[in-house]
């Protein structure tokens, strides 16, 4: 079984125009909440490990949050291990 390397990522900044592009807005301000330790945090605090695609993982305890594979034509995004995702709206006050 591997271990996953604190040097072995970037954060969420570092990988942030992929997301944003599959997702369509600013992903570096987008809150996760994690599914498995509920803390939310933004993208820009995650764990981006980039392999077979790109995985982002919860700053608190490394549980994978999303995943991110593209091609010149598709993506394909995976956030089940988000339990919410927050994203301000443009011109929104805040609550």
């Known amino acids: 079984m591997s271990t996953i390397s604190d040097s072995d990522h970037i954060d969420g900044n570092g990988a942030a125009g992929p997301f944003s592009e599959a997702l369509g ?4 301000n987008a809150v996760l909440t994690c599914a498995r ?3 939310p945090s933004r ?3 995650a764990r981006v490990y980039d ?9 608190e305890c490394t549980s994978v ?5 593209s091609t010149p034509t598709d993506a394909w995004l995976d956030l089940r291990g988000a339990a919410s995702i927050r994203v301000a709206l443009p011109g929104g006050t805040p609550r």
């Open 25 to 28: 807005i600013d992903a570096t």
């Open 37 to 39: 330790c509920a803390r």
């Open 43 to 45: 993208f820009a605090e």
């Open 51 to 59: 392999g077979a695609g790109l995985v982002a993982r919860c700053p």
């Open 65 to 69: 949050l999303g995943r991110l594979v």
